[in-house]
């Protein structure tokens, strides 16, 4: 389906569950009392706004939250998901901690990417940007990917100025140990997040700085044409992405929409504005996304450390 301006828009993230057992710094406020989230929808209903979706054009859909592989029958769900007519390509982004067990049985359910967050590799400092994490689950869900046979295993870091810029080219070279891509994106000024200073919004270009042998892979390609820029390290395995939402947005590509784990169609990660299709039918949540893409905005407001957030919700209440 084409939205006002001509995008197609055929991409779904589904928020699962805004449950997490990490408290990233970033991510997920200390203090989440009194911050919106309403009944959450349950597993048919999720199903029938896939399927509503789908009838629309919705071919990709992300499973997150949250953390999706908290939600009690995730399983199931990603089966029923990955049946749904017209959806040709099921995929999940997790912080990695429950994966060891759970990825073989992803991949049978029909899971066919994973996107894992690691945004350090040091232990010390892992544990004390996610609340008490243990890294090396991350490190065994890393590896229980990579043997499960999906198409692509994404590791994701926010690149944050004074926490991990001395690690970026330790990050970049695991493209040279394991076949998998690593992408540095940007930290996004969200609700609940104000706890950075100034310096640590670090542009993606410091990646390029950092790496100067980084080579542009397949630039000016449909393959490169995406929210990511890619670029690989002589003789990897996978590729460095760069995600670059603050400064240089990429809504021209945006091909994107939300759904929150309590039934909000979200059009924009950095709008205020949210549809709800909690409780309707399948007729119901096909106008609920219709009107979505209809009033996607062209372009996201300002988005600067230093400009006013619109967008209410943190990351953990939306799904990334
Ligand atoms: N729990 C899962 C995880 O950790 O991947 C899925 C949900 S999490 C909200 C999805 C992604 O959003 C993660 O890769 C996380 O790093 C990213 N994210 C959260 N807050 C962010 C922020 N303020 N700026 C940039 N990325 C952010």
Redesign the pocket.
């Known amino acids: 389906m084409k939205d006002r301006f001509g995008r197609e828009i055929n991409y779904l993230r589904l928020?699962v569950t805004p449950e997490?057992n990490?408290r990233?710094r970033?991510?997920?406020p200390e203090e989440e009392e009194g911050i919106r989230c309403g009944a959450l929808l349950t597993e048919d209903e999720m199903i029938t706004a896939v399927s509503a979706a789908a009838e629309l054009g919705i071919t990709k859909l992300r499973i997150?939250?949250?953390?999706?592989l908290l939600y009690k029958n995730i399983l199931s769900l990603c089966n029923r998901i990955s049946a749904v007519p017209g959806i040709v390509e099921t995929a999940i982004?997790?912080?990695?901690t429950n994966l060891a067990a759970l990825a073989k049985p992803l991949y049978r359910a029909g899971v066919r990417r994973v996107?894992?967050?690691l945004?350090t590799l040091d232990p010390g400092k892992y544990a004390d940007m996610t609340g008490g994490g243990d890294i090396r689950r991350v490190l065994d869900g890393i590896g229980a990917a990579l043997d499960a046979g999906f198409k692509t295993v994404k590791l994701?870091?926010?690149l944050i100025g004074g926490f991990n810029d001395d690690e970026i080219r330790a990050l970049a070279e695991i493209t040279k140990k394991m076949p998998l891509d690593v992408r540095f994106?940007?930290?996004?000024?969200?609700a609940g997040?104000r706890v950075f200073s100034e310096d640590a919004y670090i542009p993606a270009d410091t990646v390029l700085a950092a790496l100067p042998e980084l080579e542009p892979w397949k630039a000016g390609t449909e393959e490169n044409r995406s929210t990511a820029r890619l670029y690989r390290l002589p003789g990897a395995y996978g590729r460095v992405g760069l995600i670059s939402?603050v400064s240089a947005d990429f809504c021209a590509f945006c091909s994107r929409l939300r759904l929150t784990a309590d039934g909000m169609v979200k059009p924009c990660l950095h709008s205020p504005a949210e549809y709800c299709l909690k409780g309707l039918d399948k007729d119901g949540m096909t106008e609920v996304f219709w009107k979505a893409v209809q009033e996607k905005p062209l372009r996201r407001g300002a988005l600067s450390p230093k400009a006013n957030n619109t967008q209410p919700r943190?990351?953990?209440r939306?799904?990334?």
């Open positions: 928020s997490c990490l990233c970033y991510c997920r997150t939250g949250g953390e999706p982004t997790t912080n990695g996107n894992i967050s945004d994701n870091a926010v994106i940007e930290l996004m000024p969200m997040n939402p943190p990351m953990n939306i799904g990334g």
